[in-house]
């Protein structure tokens, strides 16, 4: 392994570093990281990480990376870079480090499994913004709790491009002030910003400056290089450093005989077009980029459409175009692609930021003036066209009130757009004489100097205090079914505010029939992000419903315009139409799909999937199973030695509800009078057909699913179903062999549903073992908790969940323990009241408690907002107010302990196994 950062760098990328990149590295990561475009900001912040943590083994360097961004179209790239570094440092360094994906239509869930291993994270800012809220995006809520932990512990946060990212900005300094001051955290989680565009004035916030954190001193990188600097990174740097990008701004015809806009400019950019080069057109809105594509009339000259309106496999194709065009383009000496025609590519503001091309001529409607420093970047971004040329045009376009009373031209403030405009007309001059940079720095010490800081400063917008961030640690529906809506905090009332819809095929008018429902339920590669407003507006005019499955109920329920909300996964009806692979999104019904999947269905809150494994195994083995797991879990993180014997505790324990009689009786395979208490089983797939060909059917089932235990068949309506317990889960494709069988009505996997949440059984036997024992404790209250979040199901209340109202989480008082081990464990529901449990006196004044509610242990293991909260006095000496973040954290802990034990159980019986009573 090097130790030399100059090696080590030059092993993961093949090049040597620029002495700033090595300078960061060397002193630490900044708050502030200030470099222009195209001088290596990725490489030079992530492997400064990676140097800090991995060779110099800095305790400091947080565990793991999370590089954010602001639109979908970079982190695919981005992405792609750091795969290549890190699989040259494990080739040359033997350094292991994985790269995940969080954004949109492609949601990486394995980093989640991982919390001891480096690891880096590349998302969107909607993503990664809304599950450091515990808001989680396209994604189950029950899932919410341990993103929100992860995320916010032992993780760097680099953000980048931040001059995109709206009140997403504010929301990481808030946030980043919190993990360090309100709800410190129990290992180090620092945010790196990175941007040369915008100021600092974010990280003045109130609750910043009372904590003496608003003050910091921006890294800004020096142009001028030390004489000792190596010859080949001398030149790349000069060429960067010189590189010319003049700029003219234009004025559209006007007229009553002047073309359509989109016309005129389709016509410039195909006259001024150079063969084998890039031709950028950058638009403003999604709707006037499809318009210019449409009216570019280039042939032979290639010609692609990049917006964040994609389906994210139709997206990949079209940037694959641009970047391969790219690759081939840096391969020859020179500007141009000998013999080639070259590339149009008419985008949105989705190519303004870190997208690693350089166009020869760059067409931009103008924009403010942070967005446009970032658009001409990428003109000559690598500094080899010296006669490359930007146009600007201004078309005014409508003005329209935003929700903040502003006006708006497009998506932008109009006031910041006319500031851009003055500032790129002061910019027009001097680019004719000076490169880029002198341009740049001319423009800053002249008389629009004023003018220009102005327009660095982010808009202040709203942002999320203790308070807010404290409440969201519940999971649990408001009264209206509802969850607490974090995008103002996450992207605000932008009307690009996205949600994810994709297309199913159906044959009836309403929602989707259960026997056609043979789908997947979501795929990511399908989803398209769509502005929330928009599709609002869509399913208005064109009278069509949306879908969002229901975990509650376990159905697809309608969702009309007005319940449209950002961070909403919402299925389409295929004939609803509104989209073409090579447009993307359009909101016209005459644009369709074809070849669509059938509608598919979710999870829901009475399903047990990670109970579903391919095998039996034993609650005994993997209560032990998991126990292990935890503990090897909290040795590999070093995890505080109290809140380590609580995670290992409630990892041994967690299951004990399982050994309720009601949950037995419905495990499929369990025989009648079996004295073995089971904690898993296989899968199980039905067949329903009627009962005169059942037996027929039953033949010929097994040859499809291979090797398969034959479960007791159930009754239903009118036919008769058939079930198998299966090793290994069937193909979509091998159940459509299955349905396809003469006389079968429906096929596909039935989920196992107890009708109870046997984690609330195992807090309530829990609670009344710690309450009933004598000091010391045999285990933390603490772990009680852990023990009950270990689904993401039961976590903050102890509720009903029948219509009857009699029951705690469908327990009820007819079974008053359960027999685990030998033992018995009674469960103790004094602990599910609202409150505190006890009794009042006979005059009606005085009340004695007899113990806590369920609501106070949260309470105490949580803390306050505040500081100061009041302690259980049974668990004054045990861990507590641990706050949002360090207790999502520990909850997470357990869970991936549980997920390891089952993945890798030490004992078990699969179908193939004859399972035998014990």
């Not at 006319?418 to 007309?425: A, D, N, Q, S």
């Not at 502005?531 to 975990?551: G, H, V």
Request: with cysteine.
């Amino acid at each position: 392994m090097t130790a030399r950062f100059e090696t080590f760098f030059c092993d993961v990328t093949t090049f040597a570093p620029y002495p700033w990149q090595e300078q960061v590295a060397t002193q630490g990561l900044p708050t502030v990281l200030s470099v222009p475009t195209g001088l290596g900001k990725t490489e030079g912040a992530v492997l400064a990480w990676a140097w800090r943590r991995l060779v110099k083994q800095d305790a400091n360097e947080p565990r793991h990376l999370i590089y954010c961004l602001p639109m979908r179209v970079l982190v695919q790239q981005t992405r792609e870079r750091l795969e290549q570094c890190c699989h040259r440092l494990r080739n040359k360094q033997g350094l292991n480090v994985s790269v995940y994906t969080l954004m949109g239509g492609d949601v990486d869930e394995e980093w989640v499994s991982h919390p001891e291993e480096p690891w880096v994270l590349v998302g969107t800012q909607d993503m990664l913004l809304s599950r450091a809220l515990n808001r989680g995006y396209s994604m189950s809520r029950f899932e919410w709790p341990v993103h929100f932990g992860l995320l916010n512990v032992d993780c760097r946060w680099i953000v980048d491009e931040v001059q995109l990212m709206g009140p997403g900005l504010w929301t990481t300094a808030q946030l980043d002030w919190m993990r360090q001051r309100r709800f410190q955290v129990l290992r180090d989680c620092p945010t790196t910003w990175m941007s040369a565009t915008v100021g600092a004035s974010f990280l003045s916030t109130t609750d910043r400056r009372a904590d003496a954190l608003h003050e910091v001193e921006p890294y800004h990188m020096e142009w001028e290089l030390p004489a000792t600097t190596d010859g080949a990174v001398r030149h790349r740097f000069e060429q960067l450093r010189d590189a010319r990008r003049p700029v003219e701004v234009l004025a559209p015809p006007s007229g009553n005989k002047a073309p359509p806009l989109d016309q005129w400019l389709a016509e410039q950019v195909v006259e001024q077009h150079q063969p084998g080069t890039l031709s950028l057109v950058v638009c403003n809105t999604v709707s006037f980029a499809q318009a210019v594509f449409a009216a570019l009339s280039c042939d032979p000259i290639p010609k692609i459409l990049l917006t964040s309106r994609f389906r994210a496999v139709d997206r990949q194709a079209h940037e694959q175009r641009l970047l391969a065009f790219e690759e081939r383009r840096k391969a020859v000496p020179g500007t141009a692609i000998p013999d080639d025609p070259g590339l149009v590519c008419v985008c949105t503001q989705v190519i303004e930021a870190g997208v690693d091309i350089s166009a020869h001529r760059l067409w931009s409607e103008c924009a403010p003036w942070p967005s446009m420093v970032q658009r001409l970047g990428r003109l000559n971004r690598d500094g080899r066209g010296q006669h490359a040329q930007a146009y600007v045009w201004f078309a005014g376009g409508s003005k329209a009130k935003g929700k903040d009373g502003a006006t708006r031209i497009g998506p932008y403030n109009a006031e910041q757009v006319m500031l851009g405009l003055r500032l790129v007309e002061a910019l027009t001059l001097l680019s004719a004489k000076q490169s880029a940079r002198e341009a740049l720095e001319t423009l800053a010490q002249g008389k629009h100097a004023a003018e220009l800081n102005k327009a660095l400063q982010p808009a202040l917008t709203p942002l999320p205090r203790a308070v807010d961030v404290h409440g969201l640690f519940s999971t649990e529906p408001d009264v209206f079914g509802g969850f607490t809506d974090v995008s103002a905090f996450v992207r605000g009332d932008d009307p690009e505010a996205d949600v994810t819809v994709f297309w199913r095929a159906w044959s009836s008018k309403g929602s989707p029939p259960d026997e056609e429902q043979t789908g997947p339920a979501f795929r990511p590669e399908e989803g398209c992000p769509v502005p929330m407003w928009e599709l609002s507006k869509f399913l208005q005019a064109t009278r069509s419903l949306a879908w969002a499955w229901n975990d509650q109920v376990g159905r697809w329920e309608s969702a009309r315009a007005d319940d449209v909300r950002p961070g909403m996964r919402l299925m389409l009806q295929g004939s609803a139409g509104g989209y073409e692979p090579e447009r993307g999104w359009t909101a016209d019904r005459r644009s369709r799909l074809n070849d669509l999947d059938p509608p598919g269905a979710g999870r829901t809150m009475k399903d047990d999937p990670r109970t579903e494994t391919g095998y039996w195994a034993d609650l005994r083995d993997h209560l032990d199973d998991a126990r292990n797991e935890a503990r090897a879990l909290c040795d590999a993180i070093e995890l505080r030695t109290d809140l380590a014997a609580a995670v290992v505790a409630a990892a041994g324990l967690h299951d004990l509800g399982k050994a309720h009689p009601a949950w037995q009786e419905r495990l499929p395979g369990r025989e009648e009078g079996m004295a073995r208490v089971l904690a898993k089983c296989p899968r199980v797939v039905g067949v329903d057909a009627s009962a005169r060909v059942a037996s027929a059917i039953a033949k010929n089932v097994p040859a499809h699913i291979g090797t398969a235990v034959r479960l007791p068949d159930e009754l239903r309506r009118d036919a008769l179903r058939l079930r198998w317990a299966v090793e290994t889960t069937p193909s979509r494709e091998t159940l459509d062999r299955i349905r396809s069988l003469t006389g079968v009505r429906w096929a596909g996997f039935v989920p196992f549903r107890p009708g109870l949440r046997h984690e609330a059984a195992s807090a309530l036997a829990m609670w009344h073992r710690y309450r009933t024992s004598c000091d010391p404790k045999p285990f933390p209250i603490l772990a009680v908790y852990l023990a009950a979040t270990h689904h993401g199901k039961v976590r903050t209340v102890m509720r009903s969940t029948t219509r009857a109202g009699d029951d705690v989480f469908g327990l009820t008082l007819a079974v008053d323990a359960v027999e685990v081990l030998g033992e018995r464990w009674p469960l103790d529901f004094s602990v599910t009241a609202d409150g505190a449990a006890g009794e009042w006196a006979d005059d009606g004044k005085h009340f004695t408690m007899s113990g806590p509610g369920w609501t106070e242990i949260v309470a105490d293991v949580l803390g306050s907002w505040q500081d100061g909260a009041p302690s259980i006095e049974e668990a004054r000496d045990e861990p507590r107010s641990l706050g949002p973040f360090n207790l999502a954290y520990l909850e997470a802990l357990v869970r991936i302990a549980d997920w390891r034990a089952s993945e890798q159980p030490s004992r078990c019986a699969k179908p193939s196994e004859k399972l035998k009573n014990g």
